[in-house]
């Protein structure tokens, strides 16, 4: 059997890390975006391979949209765009945690900064995030 040429043996080595990921049957893997200095979980999401290299090359949260199935640039809509400053892998390999500086402060696309915007008091879910940016202002569907 002949070597690969070394330029695609290249290619083969720096993406080996992809293959250290337990990806889900359907090749996704579940990620939690935290802010970066204040620890906040501000989303969960998914990413397929696809999305996991782009972010670790570009630097910015790319995720893959299961409802729209596509991949997702977190702020190509809205300008909130996830700055990530550290992705790590856990223990049982099958969840990504993204360290992210949010820009524009707003995560989730209820115009709140965080997705988890609501807690569970005396048995009913409770809101307490309030909304920063009215969503029709952000998404502008032409």
């Known amino acids: 059997m002949q070597a690969a040429p070394p330029a695609l ?25 935290q ?18 290299r782009l972010t670790a090359e ?15 640039r977190k702020g190509e809509e809205s300008g909130h765009v996830q700055k990530v400053h550290n992705i790590r892998l856990d223990c049982d390999e099958d969840v990504i945690l993204l360290t992210v500086e949010q820009l ?6 209820t115009g709140r900064h965080t997705c988890f915007f609501q807690k569970l008091q005396d048995n009913q879910w409770v809101t307490d995030e309030p909304v920063l940016k009215n969503p029709e202002e952000i998404y502008r569907h032409e």
């Open 9 to 33: 043996e290249e290619d083969i080595m720096s993406e080996s890390w992809l293959n250290k990921v337990n990806w889900t049957h359907d090749g996704l893997v579940p990620v939690i975006a």
């Open 35 to 52: 802010e970066t200095g204040t620890g906040k979980v501000l989303m969960f999401a998914w990413m397929d391979r696809e999305a996991l």
């Open 58 to 72: 570009t630097g910015q949260a790319v995720y893959w949209s299961r409802s729209r199935k596509k991949l997702w």
């Open 104 to 109: 524009g402060g707003i995560a989730c696309h």
